[in-house]
């Protein structure tokens, strides 16, 4: 990589990024031997402005940052970090300098996910259909996932485009609920598709 220190004083950004969750976790600056270090270490090091010496995140607290991947910006002057996180990022103790969880977001799905709890959670006051099926418990939710099921396999081999992906749409809905309705969320899938993948 073709670094440009001098506009710094020797020092270029280096945003922190969660490898898998994609979340900002942190920012600090780097110079050459912070860089050099980092990458034979494989330990993400900083240069602290403040001791005026390399610092390695998580000599103290032991939360270390993992390389995963770096890379160079157009302007050469700031770098990307890619890490598997050991522990809270922030020495305030939170998963990110910005006290975010660092949880993957997986958009809409996310936002869907959350309806869907704060529906379970109010269950008994709130007249939706989702809060009705809770009501009903996990046989009825189960049966409406293999009802949904039944109806993707059915559209799969017509040539209808429209009503295949309407009956896909409503089993990942349905399927979202039974995750939750069995104490589980998305994320505990892809974990598992994730760990597949390493194998």
Sequence with gaps: MKIDYNKNNGLVPAIIQDATTLNVLMMG???EEALNKTLESKLVTFFSRTKQRLW???EDSGNSLNLVDIKLDCDGDTLLIKVNPNGPTCHKGTDTCWAE??????????KLESIISDRKQNASDDTSYVASLFSEGINKIAQKVGEEAVEVVIEAKDNNDDLFLNESADLLFHYLILLQAKGFNINNVMSILEQRNTK
Excluded at 101 to 110: C, E, G, I, T, V
């Design 101 to 110: 969880d660092n949880n993957q977001d997986y958009s809409f799905l996310s």
């Design 29 to 31: 600056y780097m110079n």
């Design 56 to 58: 390695t995140k998580g």
